[in-house]
């Protein structure tokens, strides 16, 4: 792995279902009254750069029985995930990347961030290997279990509705089975995400890190390790065209130049 000067912080969050009062056939759309809003319960975060997984749970701040009561906050890890974040910002610009994360995860959080009266984070850069499915091909599904199944990266593991049932309602000792699956589970998702991110990376375009390196770097992953090939046509100019020898994606020299000659000829690394 090259050395880069931000930090690319694969993630995924676990939430509760929301509990209502509801009437039948159609209960989203007839329900008179929120008991609980949808909470936070797990959260898995990996620093590519610091290869380091970090997770928490709901299961960290209480005992079973009051998970069971429903009646839990998930301030306290609200809390602990706004603490890493504002201390991952300390270590360099960051890259937050999930899968669906743009409509999903980074609302929720911001969602309970808000409620809880927590410091507004500075702007999130963000990739979200959902949109680069749908940018990339046409897939049968852009779910993140069926592209990995279908690239071979590999399933999810075990049934969400069990394994959310047994974290919540289950007596003590399946709780104790269930919240260790639970943490396998986020962290699988994120390992999916990681592996998934890379199978896509060379067809499609992502936020541009080449800005947080020195010198003339690669736009998807940074490296200085490219490869010049041919040049590539503007309006009225040439772009010389690089190719990165680490994620195969293609981009070009920030400098344009008169004719394609002058382009091939010029040195690389600009
Ligand atoms: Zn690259």
């Given at each position: 792995?090259?050395?880069?000067?931000?930090?690319?912080?694969?993630?995924?969050?676990?939430?509760?279902?929301?509990?209502a009062?509801?009437?039948?056939?159609?209960?989203e759309?007839?329900?008179?009254?929120?008991?609980?809003?949808?909470?936070?319960?797990?959260?898995?975060?990996?620093?590519?750069?610091?290869?380091?997984?970090?997770?928490?749970?709901?299961?960290?701040?209480?005992?079973?029985?009051?998970?069971?009561?429903?009646?839990?906050?998930?301030?306290?890890?609200?809390k602990?995930?706004?603490?890493?974040?504002?201390?991952?910002?300390?270590?360099?610009d960051?890259?937050?990347i999930?899968?669906?994360?743009?409509?999903?995860?980074?609302?929720?959080?911001?969602?309970?961030?808000?409620?809880?009266?927590?410091?507004?984070?500075?702007?999130?850069?963000?990739?979200?290997?959902?949109?680069?499915?749908r940018?990339?091909?046409?897939?049968?599904s852009?779910?993140?279990?069926?592209l990995?199944t279908?690239?071979?990266?590999?399933?999810?593991?075990?049934?969400?509705?069990y394994?959310?049932e047994?974290?919540?309602?289950?007596?003590?000792?399946?709780?104790?089975?269930?919240?260790?699956?639970?943490?396998?589970?986020?962290?699988?998702?994120?390992?999916?995400?990681?592996?998934?991110?890379?199978?896509l990376?060379?067809?499609v375009k992502?936020?541009?890190?080449?800005?947080?390196?020195?010198?003339?770097?690669?736009?998807?992953?940074?490296?200085?390790?490219?490869?010049?090939?041919?040049?590539?046509?503007?309006?009225?100019?040439?772009?010389k065209?690089?190719?990165?020898?680490?994620?195969?994606?293609?981009?070009?020299?920030?400098?344009?130049?008169?004719?394609?000659?002058?382009?091939?000829?010029?040195?690389?690394?600009?």
């Open positions: 792995m090259h050395k880069t000067n931000y930090q690319r912080i694969f993630y995924d969050i676990e939430v509760s279902p929301a509990i009062w509801g009437y039948p056939p159609y209960f759309f007839n329900f008179i009254k929120e008991i609980e809003c949808q909470k936070i319960m797990s959260i898995s975060m990996y620093n590519e750069r610091k290869d380091e997984m970090w997770t928490t749970t709901i299961e960290e701040d209480y005992v079973p029985a009051t998970l069971r009561s429903m009646a839990w906050s998930d301030k306290k890890i609200v602990r995930i706004h603490s890493h974040l504002v201390k991952s910002y300390k270590e360099g960051i890259i937050l999930g899968h669906n994360s743009d409509k999903f995860d980074i609302k929720m959080l911001n969602a309970r961030f808000v409620y809880w009266g927590l410091d507004s984070l500075p702007y999130l850069q963000s990739d979200d290997t959902i949109k680069m499915a940018k990339s091909g046409k897939f049968a852009n779910s993140l279990d069926y990995c279908h690239f071979g990266i590999g399933g999810k593991i075990g049934s969400h509705a394994l959310w047994q974290c919540i309602m289950g007596d003590d000792d399946s709780q104790e089975w269930a919240w260790n699956k639970m943490r396998i589970y986020n962290e699988r998702d994120v390992e999916m995400t990681v592996e998934l991110y890379y199978k990376l060379p067809y992502v936020t541009n890190v080449s800005k947080y390196q020195g010198s003339k770097a690669c736009d998807s992953c940074g490296s200085t390790d490219y490869t010049a090939r041919g040049c590539r046509p503007a309006l009225k100019r040439f772009y065209r690089y190719q990165c020898n680490i994620c195969s994606s293609w981009f070009r020299s920030d400098k344009t130049y008169k004719t394609r000659e002058e382009a091939l000829s010029a040195p690389k690394g600009v």
